[in-house]
């Protein structure tokens, strides 16, 4: 196995290895991002869950770990303009990450693509200074494609981290948009 992967190393072109290390670093941002925020986001998910289970058992206002008691306490009428704004926050709040796992999601199959077409066309250089067989084309390819895979691999990952915490945003900003209404109709 290890000289296998000395094998590929110093066979591969060093535009691909440095396509896979790219890839390899955001593999490791986009499992930290996801991590921290899927973590952040549970915990206040939590929160906001007690408070509106709070609300519906016939509490007053919203319990004092929520997001919207922040803006319910600076204002001295609560209005559907404070808590709207309170919404607006939330939601920056609550979709931060996003924007990156998006990114990695959408760059990282032409990245590594991107070291692909460099792997293949150094395989075909190598075939043009010697009589190369078809061993040395299929060798050359199977090594190139790694770097495909490997964009490929860091996409899913991207994407379904993506979706999952989209999800829980939106989780989140409904129980936030149900203590909101819950409080404006106590109000009315």
Known sequence: MLNNLIDFYLKSHPVTIGVLVLLSLYFIVLNWVFLYRFLSVNTWLSKEHNSLEALLMGASTVNENSFLNNFIKTSNIVSKEVLGLAMLAATKEATKGLSILSIFASTTPFIGLFGTVVAILDTFTHIGQTTGSMSIISSGVSDALVATAAGI????????????????????????????????ARKA
């Open 153 to 184: 691999f860091v996409a899913v990952f991207s994407y379904t981290y993506h979706q999952i915490l989209k999800r829980r945003s939106f989780e989140l900003i409904s129980y936030l948009q149900m203590q909101s209404d819950a409080i404006l």
